[in-house]
Nanobody, 125 residues
Framework: EVQLQASGGGLVQAGGSLRLSCTAS????????IGWFRQAPGKGREGVSC??????????ADSVKGRFTMSSDNAKNTVTVYLQMNSLKPEDTSAYYC????????????????WGQGTQVTVSS
């Protein structure tokens, strides 16, 4: 079964940077997407970015375009994805989750069946 482990959250001042990491393992299929999502208290879950395993292409939410960058590093049985977050704003404060889903030809809208635990990002003003 696919397992994901997210890390790297913390407290940072507005304008600062953080890098989140997500280590994923256990894939039994070749093509998949890994996405970053966030959810603040009292708000719905928001898709932040995703990356395709087949070609490394990425998609970003409008709210983070130009500030966040997602990348991946593939090892033999493990893939680590990173979310470099720059120019952070207080509204970026949230629990961030990574998730994986098999590629069904839906792009980043693929169903994400595997989720890691959240890592908290807090941006102070």
């Amino acid at each position: 079964e696919v397992q994901l482990q997210a890390s790297g959250g913390g407290l940072v001042q507005a304008g600062g940077s953080l890098r989140l990491s997500c280590t994923a393992s256990g894939f039994t299929f070749d093509d998949y997407f890994i996405g970053w999502f966030r959810q603040a208290p009292g708000k719905g879950r928001e898709g932040v970015s995703c990356i395709s395993s087949s070609d490394g292409s990425t998609v970003y939410a409008d709210s983070v375009k130009g500030r966040f960058t997602m990348s991946s590093d593939n090892a033999k049985n493990t893939v680590t994805v990173y979310l470099q977050m720059n120019s952070l704003k207080p509204e970026d404060t949230s629990a961030y989750y990574c998730a994986a889903g098999r590629d069904y030809g839906l792009g980043c809208r693929t169903p994400y069946d595997y989720w890691g635990q959240g890592t908290q990002v807090t941006v102070s003003s």
